[in-house]
């Protein structure tokens, strides 16, 4: 799998738009990327995936280069419920066995009030 | 909605003992993920298991084995605990044609 590179901490004001980058320069054509977060020491959390084209879901957005070396978690409207570690994760299409997620170091972010 | 379950959630054990954690994922599900987070360390993968069958093995020592029965209910057993062994164990599930992992909210095993 790819390897992704991860600011380690990063803050942001409640109500404002945190960006969270991530470089994955070796990523494969056929690989995806994938978003996790983990709020503390709980079970980490899916939060949205892609492979070339932008992607919205109620969480979140992701902004995938058209080269497709990096990408940015766009949280639109940050409150304090989203501090936590963000993963950001490449992985292969899915298979009949599934595929592990190998997390990296990660983003923890900060809400602030 | 259902969610993944894990028993126990807490869990103490003294060196050399051995411990069972159980996870129950979500219905229909068919596959399960077992993964270890030691103290201010990111998850690691340890193994998963596909239709009853293992489908991915990680950095799981040789005291641990692990296998989901007929009901897709999966068990981690560990032997011969370690200091090293105290961590936050997670259970995740999924389906085979959608990738996306649900995790449950962990056992913590504590060896003292």
């Known amino acids: 799998d790819a390897k992704t590179t991860q600011p380690p901490s990063m803050d942001c004001a409640e109500g404002r738009a945190a960006n969270l980058p991530c470089n994955h320069s070796t990523i494969s054509g056929n690989e995806y990327v994938y978003w996790y977060r983990q709020i503390h020491s709980q079970g980490p959390q899916y939060i949205i995936h892609?492979?070339?084209n932008n992607e919205t879901n109620e969480m979140a957005s992701l902004i995938i280069t058209e080269d497709r070396k990096s990408s940015t978690l766009i949280l639109p409207h940050a409150t304090l419920r989203d501090t936590a570690v963000y993963y950001c994760i490449v992985r292969p299409p899915t298979s009949n066995s599934g595929y592990a997620l190998n997390f990296g170091k990660g983003t923890s972010l900060l809400v602030t009030p | 909605a259902a969610g993944v379950i894990q028993s126990p959630r807490h869990l103490i054990k003294e060196k050399r003992e051995t411990a069972t954690l159980k996870c129950y994922p979500i219905p229909r599900h068919d596959t399960v993920y077992w993964y270890q987070q030691g103290p201010g360390q990111d998850p690691q993968f340890l193994i998963s298991?596909?239709?009853?069958?293992?489908?991915d093995k990680g950095s799981i020592p040789d005291r641990f084995s692990a296998q989901q029965f007929s009901d897709y209910h999966s068990e981690l057993n560990m032997s011969s605990l370690e200091l090293g062994d105290s961590a936050l164990y997670f259970c995740?599930?999924?389906?085979?044609?959608?990738?996306?992992?649900?995790f449950g909210p962990g056992t913590r095993l504590t060896v003292l």
């Open positions: 298991f596909y239709e009853k069958m293992q489908s």
């Open positions: 995740a599930s999924s389906l085979e044609w959608n990738n996306e992992q649900f």
């Open positions: 892609g492979l070339k």
